[in-house]
């Protein structure tokens, strides 16, 4: 009888201190939610929290989920919105794109890229990076893709993506992604030179 007392005890109390998040776990969070501060967070939301974050999603969507989830609010996936003539601007530059799956911040910047003035090699290219991303870090310093680095060059051409820390990149992408683009190059300085 004391073996089973004995073991329930050792059981539960191993469960308990295993469960607790680590400070690690916290930061790693963290680094995706740079506006939330996870650190009230409980264990179940944290684990949730890293669940997400190991998953095969996109960066945007991870973080789309994780906002989700620190705001209490249901995850749905929005469909971007192009019309019949950004799709044709758009199939001009890439082939067999499924379009509904890419970000509509990343739609538009291909679309602000095409109209722009740039060469027609400098505006293929860019395109190419943004809408056929293979989802693999360019770098060893971050995470980020090679998309990834055409979106924050198009917001921000004089920072290197290559010497910026993965918080840094996180905190950046989640700042396209949810302001007006209009005025985001000297934000983004900004976290570029904390």
Known sequence: MKRIILASALAITTATAGYAATEGQ???????????????????QIDQALNIIT????????????ESLAEGTEYVAAAPELTEA???????????????????????????????????????????????????????????????????????????????TEPQVNTILSMIRSNDPNGLESEIEAVVAQ
């Open 55 to 66: 998953s095969t999603d996109s960066r945007s969507e991870t973080t789309a989920k994780l």
């Open 86 to 164: 950004e799709v044709a601007t758009l199939n001009e530059y890439v082939d067999g794109v499924d379009y509904s799956t890419i970000p509509q911040p990343t739609l538009d910047a291909a679309l602000s890229v095409a109209n722009s003035e740039s060469s027609a090699t400098d505006r293929a290219e860019t395109i190419r990076e943004l809408l056929m991303d293979d989802g693999m870090a360019v770098g060893d310093a971050n995470t980020a893709t090679s998309g990834e680095i055409a979106l924050i060059r198009i917001h921000a051409p004089n920072v290197d993506v290559s010497t910026l």
């Open 26 to 44: 916290i930061t790693e969070v963290q680094q995706y939610l740079p506006n939330y501060d996870v650190s009230t967070w409980s264990d179940p």
